[in-house]
RNA sequence: GUGACUAUAGUGUAAUGGCAGCACAGGACCCUGUGAAGGUCUUAGUACGGGUUCAAAUCCCGUUAGCCACCCCA
């Protein structure tokens, strides 16, 4: 039989014990902030019509176009994707049953894995994991402001304070056009001199030629028109508001005429986060967002216009782990039972019954014969008392007390061993 | 999808074509009812498949994976 070393697929990886205790923080973080900015939790499942995300994503996306995770049903007749991002879903659920019927904006958020068939580097896999929120049913910039504060501050709770945010606005399905003309008119006016992915681009996704990384692109661009002056009256007013909310909240945000996003579905505001994620230089977006008034028309409804924001949770990990953030560390239990002989085991059992009954995080290792074993373990773990249970003191309802950074000991009736433990634990 | 680099016990590393070693971690013991030190023993590895060679962890090719820069994006 050929030798099979079975791995994690290509870009997908197992979260340890020893990263849990972050993911667990970033939970339990995020829950509380949700709760308490009136936010409710929505799951959707996993898997969706695919054309759900072809349409609204757009189709000449790469997140459409090659990395969606596609399989067929057994009859054959749905296409079904694994979701590679949370809104369309979430507008989908939104639509689906209903929620416009109940008072505007409906207010939700979510956690979860997502999935894109990308080529795997740090901070960026195939199955990966996001958070996210969205405010559906509401057009007023304050909106948008408190989206991204939201992120911010929730980043910030998470020990990353350091983030700065990008801000810009890329219009709605009027002046975008209008802009999108001038735009490929100026790329097509220097074909020659700009990069020949930006040639593609422009023939695909010209905004998409606003981000570029290559220096002569960039200072090209910087003659070239600018979003912000082809912005309609709305659209612009709309972007002075956000940014007079920002202004006002203290936000560290900057606007950048060239940041576009890659979703089809996004207008005006769009955003993201950007905060070092290594140790070494270099800084990483752990988070982006933005409004998207649009979406349900393409779904097939009346326009809900709306705003939302997803970060993600590896690339937040990796920089709380940059940062040394604190008090992510598991609760670590105080007491340890030891156990010598068959019926100090069977009561040791019952200790630990009682102990949970009076909420004492207790760990034992019963399957350990020898009392140094067992001590060994409870001094690795780190615990402070030690109950002793022999077969001595089994017989006579005793146990012993023993503190682990003193090595005195106590012999005590099992029924006053909570009290006792308590005492000492204070 | 394109290109570069890398791959040795669980982890971190050594061996420059010639016996695969060390540290930490894990298990057992020295000590059959008392932890931390020390000591002894032990588990476990050259990613996979070919080739060159008397001899390959080492050189070559392919595959897989990781990582980095693009593409794109959280």
Same mark, same amino acid.
Request: glycine letters at 2%.
């Given at each position: 039989m050929a030798k099979i070393k079975f791995?994690?697929?290509?870009g997908m990886h197992d979260i340890l014990p020893q990263d849990q205790v972050y993911f667990q923080k970033v939970y339990k973080t995020i829950e509380k902030a949700f709760d308490f900015y009136g936010f409710e939790k929505i799951d959707t499942p996993i898997?969706?019509?695919?054309e759900l995300f072809s349409r609204s994503i757009g189709m000449n996306t790469d997140i459409v176009e090659k990395e969606m995770y596609i399989l067929r049903t057994k009859e054959g007749k749905d296409a079904l994707a694994?979701? #590679?991002?949370g809104t369309a879903p979430i507008m989908r659920a939104y639509l689906e049953h209903g929620l416009?019927?109940?008072?505007? #904006?409906i207010k939700l958020w979510y956690h979860g894995p997502f999935f894109r068939h990308e080529k795997p580097q740090a901070g960026r896999y195939r199955q990966f994991w996001q958070y996210g929120f969205e405010v559906l049913g509401d057009k007023e910039a304050i909106v948008d402001a408190q989206t991204i504060v939201i992120m911010y501050n929730i980043l910030c709770d998470l020990g990353i304070n350091d983030s700065i945010v990008k801000i810009n606005s890329i219009g709605d399905e009027n002046c975008r056009g209008e802009y999108r003309k001038a735009l490929v008119k100026f790329l097509r006016s220097k074909k020659n001199e700009f990069c020949k992915d930006c040639l593609r681009r422009t023939k695909?996704?010209?905004?998409?030629v606003l981000d570029c990384k290559d220096e002569k692109c960039k200072e090209l661009m910087n003659e070239g028109p600018q979003i912000i002056d082809y912005l309609c009256e709305d659209c612009k007013t709309h972007l002075k508001s956000v940014l007079e909310y920002l202004e006002e909240l203290k936000i560290p945000f900057t606007l950048d005429p060239f940041l576009v996003r890659g979703?089809?579905?996004?207008?005006?505001t769009v955003f993201e986060i950007e905060a #070092?994620?290594?140790?070494?230089?270099g800084t990483g977006v752990l988070a982006g967002g933005g409004r998207y008034d649009i979406l349900s028309k393409v779904l097939g409804?009346?326009?809900? #216009?709306s705003c939302g924001a997803a970060a993600g949770i590896e690339r937040i990990v990796s920089a709380m782990k940059a940062r040394k953030?604190?008090?992510?560390?598991a609760s670590m239990p105080k007491v340890f039972i030891s156990q010598i002989g068959p019926l100090a085991k069977k009561k040791g059992l019952l200790i630990f019954e009682e102990l949970r009954k009076a909420g004492i995080k207790a760990t034992e290792s019963?399957?350990?014969?020898?009392l140094k074993a067992q001590l060994s373990r409870a001094n690795k773990l780190n615990i402070n008392i030690v109950i002793i249970i022999g077969q001595k003191e089994a017989l006579r309802d005793m146990v012993i007390i023993r503190?682990?950074?003193?090595g005195k000991q106590a012999e005590v009736n099992i029924k006053e061993m909570v009290k006792e433990v308590k005492k000492r634990l204070k």
């Open positions: 791995q994690t697929p290509t898997l969706e019509n695919a694994l979701r #590679p991002e416009n019927t109940y008072p505007q #904006p695909t996704n010209p905004l998409r979703l089809d579905y996004y207008t005006r #070092p994620v290594t140790e070494e230089e409804k009346a326009n809900i #216009p953030v604190e008090g992510v560390y019963f399957s350990k014969d020898s503190d682990m950074e003193t």
